[in-house]
């Protein structure tokens, strides 16, 4: 007994502090949760709209819950008419510092890429980072929805599935060409099996 | 521990968190987010801010329970109460402002161990009343953004040629003379303007001993 009221004595503080933090971390998360959760969402809305701008509404075709391989949620994309504009998941792999996530765009048959847009990246400032420039993203707009191939000078021919790396960046390109060579193929089969292309 | 005998001046504990005993320049403490966070200054000016609010709240929170703390567990309070509002101040981030949340990354919840807020709270907090601590809270917090936000500065600067993303500098890029370093943006860039501006303050202190207003780490 007297050792219970020992311990009782040293830490009520400690128990009573304790308390009162989770009761005001639970209040806080209970307050900002909704709007942490409206802004991840948003984010990636934001994105797919910029890569599919005729797009008025998303959704989401194929749930992650029912992919074996490594994409993310298949949205689909259809305009104010409701005819498919396209289709965007999210692929990632690994860059040269750490994980590149991109939000992927293809055509409503998958034929033909409409992009993409950097969802996370951490690579070099001034060398990889330069993967999030409009020149470099171009390339991959209206290429084939084939196996990309990187080319490190002279000029790329789009029509051939050639994107030209990044000048000191060739770990960040080649990141980039292989998130869309490991997952377009996984795509298309799995966007057959649905029954949501031919 | 208890009663606060000794006539504290209020504007020198102020003021010395701000220069004399400037965590960043001068006590070099909170050094990982001062090399991590200052390639620019809106991150820099972020985490300032969020420090400021974690180590003034901890400071008044310690400073209040200063007489019911039991000396061998007082280390377990200070990290509880600064864990929870850390926790606090970073889902504000997130909520509120979830590009920069994005930008800083682990940085935000690695305040708790910015040894800044602990050591303010063993050194000033729990020895000190609550207006004191406050004031040493505010002078500390505005000492450490100050820091970083000056770090920041140099770096975007020579890194972009803005400051705060406002163009200061003609860019090479714009058809401008100023070529940007890219080198001062990645790690490299932070020792070497945190080692000069070091150097450079070191130079003008030489010969100044300073005088704590709080009680502090000296």
Redesign the interface.
Not at chain 1, 124 to 127: D, I, K, N
């Given at each position: 007994m007297r050792r219970v009221k020992h311990f009782i004595e040293?830490?009520w503080?400690?128990i009573a502090?304790?308390f009162c933090?989770g009761l005001?971390?639970a209040l806080?998360?209970a307050a900002?949760k909704p709007?942490?959760q409206k802004?991840?969402i948003g984010?990636m809305y934001d994105k797919m709209k910029g890569l599919m701008p005729q797009a008025d509404k998303f959704e989401k075709v194929i749930p992650q819950a029912e992919i074996a391989g490594n994409i993310t949620d298949v949205y689909e994309a259809k305009d104010d008419k409701q005819q498919a504009v396209g289709f965007a998941f999210v692929g990632t792999g690994s860059g040269f510092a750490d994980k590149i996530k991109l939000v992927i765009a293809v055509d409503k048959d998958c034929n033909k890429l409409l992009g993409f847009e950097v969802l996370?990246s951490?690579e070099?400032?001034?060398?990889g980072s330069r993967i999030t420039e409009d020149w470099f993203r171009q390339q991959f707009v209206g290429a084939p929805t084939g196996t990309l191939e990187l080319v490190k000078s002279g000029r790329a021919d789009k029509e051939k599935d050639q994107i030209l790396a990044l000048t000191g960046a060739t770990v960040s390109s080649t990141a980039v060409v292989n998130i869309f060579n490991n997952h377009i193929g996984e795509l298309k089969k799995l966007l057959k099996e649905k029954g949501l292309i031919k | 521990m208890a009663g606060d005998v000794k006539e504290i001046n209020l504007g020198r504990t102020f003021t010395a968190g701000i220069w004399d005993q400037n965590p960043v320049f001068r006590l070099l403490l909170g050094m990982c987010p001062t090399l991590a966070v200052t390639a620019s200054v809106k991150p820099a000016l972020t985490m300032g801010l969020c420090v400021t609010f974690v180590l003034i709240c901890s400071n008044i929170v310690v400073s209040l329970m200063r007489n019911l703390l039991k000396p061998h567990l007082r280390i377990l309070m200070f990290t509880l109460t600064i864990a929870t509002f850390v926790t606090i101040a970073d889902m504000f981030v997130r909520a509120y402002a979830p590009q920069m949340s994005k930008e800083l990354g682990p940085y935000v919840p690695l305040i708790i161990v910015n040894c800044i807020i602990i050591g303010r709270a063993e050194a000033c907090a729990s020895k000190n009343n609550l207006i004191v601590s406050i004031t040493d809270g505010l002078g500390m917090s505005i000492g450490f953004t100050f820091a970083l936000c000056i770090l920041a500065s140099v770096r975007e600067l020579l890194a972009t040629g803005a400051i705060f993303e406002y163009p200061i500098l003609n860019t090479a890029g714009e058809g401008g003379w100023f070529t940007p370093w890219a080198a001062m943006s990645m790690p490299v860039g932070a020792f070497i303007t945190l080692g000069l501006l070091l150097g450079l303050i070191n130079v003008t202190k030489k010969n100044r001993t300073s005088k704590a207003g709080c009680h502090g780490l000296r």
């Open positions: 040293q830490s503080l400690l502090a304790a933090c005001l971390l806080t998360n900002l709007k942490i802004n991840e984010e996370f951490n070099t400032p001034g060398f | -």
